[in-house]
């Protein structure tokens, strides 16, 4: 129920269905973690680092 209302409502100022709320979330996602790695290699992070917080075997 809490992803319902999550997907629903909180990814857009509209209301959405289910599934279009789900499709943006996880597009969002995506986003913000493209945007971290980003940011962490601005930093001098090294892939190996990021590939552990991520939990991506390198």
Same mark, same amino acid.
């Given at each position: 129920m809490?992803?319902?209302?999550y997907?629903? %409502?909180e990814v857009?100022?509209?209301i959405?269905?289910i599934g279009?709320g789900?499709? %943006?979330a996880?597009?969002?996602v995506?986003k913000? #973690?493209?945007?971290?790695?980003?940011t962490?290699?601005? #930093?001098?992070?090294?892939?190996d680092?990021i590939?552990k917080? %991520? #939990?991506?075997?390198?």
């Amino acid at each position: 129920m809490l992803t319902y209302f999550y997907c629903g %409502l909180e990814v857009s100022n509209e209301i959405l269905t289910i599934g279009s709320g789900i499709k %943006l979330a996880r597009a969002n996602v995506e986003k913000y #973690k493209i945007l971290w790695i980003h940011t962490q290699t601005i #930093k001098d992070k090294s892939i190996d680092e990021i590939y552990k917080v %991520l #939990k991506i075997a390198s």
